[in-house]
């Protein structure tokens, strides 16, 4: 919600700045009155020569419902909202940590966009958050397709790769590749973000299976771009490979900034995301008018 009397005022924006293996955030304090920005002023924030810069704009509210201890909205640089942030959540349970209400080794439910999430507190840099079951059910994720089914054919930019689609709370399709590194790559990520099989746009995972246990990824997200980590792509990417039958139970998913543990144990049950987090710095940005 925006908070119109916060818009024109001059006062600055106090904020965090924090990661989870590379994936950066803005986080805002919107406990006593919610998300101040419009969509123009939290481009301008994200902006990384002239703003402060981030992958995602997090702010922490009071929560809406009785079962959950708070709420976080998300909104990408480009000024879009998120359903869900793997990465994300991690950070604002040690930023409530920091603020003082929630202690190491509790366990709460903090609501987001797309449904309330379950965040254990490990230590004050470590957070294990419950990501909720994956969704394969296409018209759930959203995507087009006739029924379900571990690989769908689509066609882009010339290639037909083989995807497979699946919601953790946001679309991802997820392909398995031989070479992170291979130059295609680079355009097929942004055009298979924007494919118009997924109506609402969708992070694009490329994964290259090293054994049953052990996972690398690169996620162009929609919204944001080529990002250092992706903690709803990773846990997308087992989720695919799980269902498929190619990994374990548990998987370490290493991305250009880090690596995460997950764990599912199939249809049924929770998805376990594991990671570390840090604070970068704290800082006022006067908002433009």
């Known amino acids: 919600m925006v908070n119109a009397e916060m818009m024109t005022t001059a006062a600055p924006l106090r904020f965090s700045k924090m990661h989870g293996i590379g994936n950066d955030f803005v986080l805002l304090d919107g406990r006593r009155g919610g998300m101040p920005l419009s969509a123009a002023q939290i481009r301008a924030l994200a902006d990384r020569h002239t703003g402060v810069g981030f992958d995602q704009l997090l702010s922490i509210e009071q929560s809406r419902d009785a079962d959950s201890a708070f709420y976080y909205g998300i909104w990408n640089a480009d000024g879009s909202p998120s359903g869900q942030c793997g990465n994300g959540v991690r950070c604002v349970a040690a930023w409530l940590h920091r603020a003082g209400v929630l202690a190491i080794g509790d366990t709460v439910s903090i609501a987001s966009p797309s449904g309330p999430v379950h965040v254990r507190l490990l230590a004050a840099d470590r957070v294990t958050v419950g990501m909720g079951e994956p969704v394969f059910e296409p018209a759930r994720i959203p995507f087009a397709a006739e029924a379900a089914a571990d690989a769908y054919a689509v066609p882009v930019d010339g290639e037909m790769l083989e995807i497979g689609a699946v919601s953790m709370g946001n679309p991802h399709a997820v392909v398995v590749v031989n070479d ?92 376990w995301m594991t990671g570390p987090v840090a604070f970068a710095f704290e800082g006022e940005w006067r908002i433009p008018e």
């Open 180 to 271: 992170l590194a291979a130059p295609i790559l680079q355009q097929l990520g942004p055009q298979l973000s924007l494919h118009e099989r997924f109506a609402q746009g969708v992070n694009a995972g490329f994964v290259r299976k090293l054994d049953r246990s052990h996972l690398h990824l690169r996620v162009h997200e929609r919204g944001a771009g080529w990002t250092q980590a992706c903690g709803t792509g990773a846990c997308a990417a087992m989720a695919v490979l799980h269902a498929r039958g190619e990994v374990d139970d548990s998987v370490q998913v290493t991305l250009p900034g880090g690596t995460l543990q997950i764990e599912w144990g199939g249809p049924g049950q929770q998805l």
